[in-house]
């Protein structure tokens, strides 16, 4: 047998006897060391006590605890993590599944979950790049087969489900700015106040015109931005200046609105709202084509704060920062509660966002 | 003792019989099924040659494969991934370790990995989101703590290393779009043949008076791509129109010395082959506010193929796809080769791009 076999069993032997048979005939190996449960009964305390000692949780006294953590130094007691899974029934992983191959919102919601995790000794799986169900129902049965402790579904826009049956997984499941079903527990940012703010931040700085140019009206993120920006109006006693336009997410639906807007001789606004980054970048082309100033003549805000575009345009835009590393923390730690058996509350939590103010609003830039 | 603590243990004890020792009195419980032990034996062969039947590997006569195969099937064995870990000596885990929190590079990269691991049965940990070397050399001893049987280390440009030391790993490293230490296996594009290959795009186009704006001069990615467009003038007779210009790999760098170029009244390229997509768009901005028209009066070719860029860009962008996905998977691939123990020559490969044809040159677009 060789030394990697042995390592790899002693390696899963913590906290169980194993007993090796290294062929039909051979007799087996033995492999032992200390246990939680040679550490407990040393002490004199329950296992539970005793993982609660090591574990630096739970209520007892200082004597006690101190006496455990002698007696595992004693012992040479060593967890590891996945013999702590043994024990503790769980294998300190999660698994990530996207639909996201871009990357533009996984990357940021996966950063902020591996490192939160990390902190805490659980490691993540990551199932990216499929895209028919088929294949990422396959990814999914492999980080069952990994016996996942938990699983974080995130996508690309908070109102679709991945295509993939969760129904019978039997472990926790949140979900990241992703369609989060009936009775789970969902992350996704506050897109109805921060457009609300976005649109308060042109009001303060003296605008009163402000048209909202967005995305396609079958995404729940264009309502809720829409819905902010009216609700922004009429806190204000302000009425829109005109319908929100919908369109596609892209430069050119901003670029050729922003040129409608202007040519048509009529009234013109002081500000647009622009749905994303994207659509406020083909806005602000469109004026420096036309000779017309941002932010002297007309203020834009973006959302999204990618910063690939927001810091490109001239003049930077002022735009929403949706938080998407702190939308996969925060989902990670949800999470882990929720395999850890604390009581949480299903439904949708909505996390701030930030405005991240640069120089397409006039005012004070903070960056 | 629990169901899922049974099913957890009868889970670990494939190919080793486990004994559970529940409490320190209480008798042991003994879970055990169809091993590839019992397979082997009651198909009258070795255990190697039992295990190879059923993988479909080795050489052995049909009748062979077809009796292993036959017993299997009447002992119900099922192999699965953390027993075939403890037969094979492996996890079927890889760790992927980026400084890349931005995704432009990862992503792509994460997905190629991600999906073709899937085929084999393979999971991949993901560690993104951190800078710090400390946090990211966390992140590497859980892979370990994980028992991964490889490592995918990638990052943000060809020449730097990630902060980690993996010299006692002990397990198998391959780089992707990262610096590849002497002897290792890495995986890059091919820089210097895409650009020659761009630029003689632009030749074949009837371009003769080529320029080269690009990026920082410390990244070896820049000199690759200027070295490939001096090769493709001199094998065409050219001399360059202007030196190299380096700048950051910003819009603002293409922007500024388009006009620069276009304002000196001297003689003017009409060709301008850019090192990155944001630079391109830079240019093409420039052009568009001095009203020179892209490609009648200059064809422009870019370098990433970064679509949100270069398909918003008016007229979309010529460029280059460096095949992200395509290196992560062949990465992923002769890593597995490596942890099979098949062997595999050191150094850096160069892999092919392709020249995505759009509308900023002329000539015929192909999408």
Sequence with gaps: MSKRYLNLVSYFAEGVKIVVSDSNSRPATVV????????????GVSVTTASRALNETGRMSDETRLRVQQVAKELDYRPN??????????????????????????LPVAAGLSSAMTDRGVSVFLSAGEKEPKRMQLNLRAMEEKRVDGLVITGKRIDRQLPVDVSKLGMPVVYVYSKCPQGSIGFVPDDFNAAKNATQHLINLGRRKIVHITGLSSFEAAHLRKAGWLEALDENGLAPFAEAI????????????????????????????????????????????????????????????????????????????????????????????????KPIESGLRKLNCRLVVRQSCGGEASE
Tied chains: 1, 2.
């Design 81 to 106: 993590s996945m013999a702590r899974g043994l024990v503790q029934q769980r294998s300190f992983t999660l698994g990530l599944l996207t639909d996201d191959t871009y990357g533009r919102f996984t």
């Design 246 to 341: 919908f369109g596609n997410w892209t430069e050119e639906h901003g670029y050729k609105t922003a040129y409608g807007l202007f040519e048509s001789g009529a009234d013109r606004p002081d500000a647009i709202f622009c749905g994303n980054d994207q659509i406020a970048r083909g806005v602000v082309d469109a004026f420096a084509h036309m000779g017309i100033k941002v932010p002297d003549d007309i203020a834009i805000v973006g959302f999204d704060n990618w910063e690939v575009f927001a810091k490109a345009t001239r003049p930077p835009l002022t735009t929403v920062d949706m938080g998407l590393t702190c939308l996969g923390k925060s989902a990670g730690l949800a999470l882990l509660d929720m395999i850890e058996g």
């Design 32 to 43: 032992q060391r200390a246990t939680i449960r040679d550490v407990a009964a040393r002490a």
